[in-house]
């Protein structure tokens, strides 16, 4: 079945830098590639995903990347602020209804 | 908005109680899920469900059963709470197999 590794587990950066979170994944028959975030005391909620016939995608100050061919996929946050701190978790899926999710990632932004 | 809904944010139950843990959606989705989240572990599916009483087993079944008898409820039943089932359950659901909209989660110990 499908795994999903996730690094770091926990990540500081300084506001107005940039944080980069990647996961690789074992299946390569999965083709949609979902991030949530998660805030204290909240259910995760989807900000940004990628399929497998795209290499790139962007929205305002998240990017995520996808090389198939290594079975990797990347979140890119730039110009961190406080509110980005949050738990990331990265998500696979092979076709259906079954995600298969990675550990989650502890992003703080210091002010 | 989506909303998805979990009737305990908190509950303590004693070892061998009888557990119901209720969710909600009010958009019409076809699709519900239960997943458990644990540090260091993400989020494993438990069970899902695509219509009114149908189920299918997640990754991690054993020790719990589901049902959905309207399609925007879906129960998570543990019959026979034990201590290593304590854990934050997350509730979602979604219309398409992709996106996902996450409960609050509730966060159960068994004692």
């Known amino acids: 079945g499908e795994n999903v590794e996730q690094h770091p587990s926990t990540l500081s950066v300084q506001e107005g830098d940039s944080a980069v979170i990647k996961c690789t994944y074992s299946?390569?028959?999965?083709?949609?590639f979902p991030w949530y975030k998660q805030e204290l005391g909240k259910g995760p909620q989807l900000i940004i995903d990628?399929?497998?016939?795209?290499g790139e995608k962007k929205d305002q100050r998240i990017a995520v990347t996808l090389n198939k061919t290594a079975k990797h996929f990347s979140l890119h946050i730039t110009e961190t602020q406080p509110e980005d701190s949050a738990v990331y978790f990265c998500?696979?899926?092979?076709?259906?209804?079954?995600?298969?999710f990675g550990p989650g990632t502890r992003l703080s932004v210091l002010p | 908005d989506v909303k998805v809904t979990q009737s305990s944010r908190y509950l303590v139950k004693r070892t061998g109680e009888k557990v119901f843990l209720e969710c909600v959606q009010d958009?019409?989705?076809?699709?519900m899920f239960w997943y458990r989240q644990d540090p260091g572990l993400g989020l494993r599916l438990i069970y899902f469900?695509?219509?009114?009483?149908?189920?299918e087993k997640g990754d991690i079944p054993e020790g719990y059963s589901v049902s959905r008898e309207k399609k925007e409820r879906f129960s998570l039943i543990l019959e026979s709470a034990s201590t290593n089932q304590t854990s934050m359950y997350l509730c979602?659901?979604?219309?398409?197999?992709?996106?996902?909209?996450f409960g609050p989660g509730t966060r159960l110990l068994v004692l």
């Open positions: 979602a659901s979604s219309l398409s197999g992709e996106t996902l909209y």
């Open positions: 299946d390569s028959a999965s083709n949609y």
């Open positions: 990628i399929r497998s016939n795209v």
């Open positions: 998500a696979a899926r092979r076709g259906g209804q079954n995600f298969v």
């Open positions: 958009m019409d989705h076809e699709n």
């Open positions: 469900s695509y219509d009114v009483k149908m189920k």
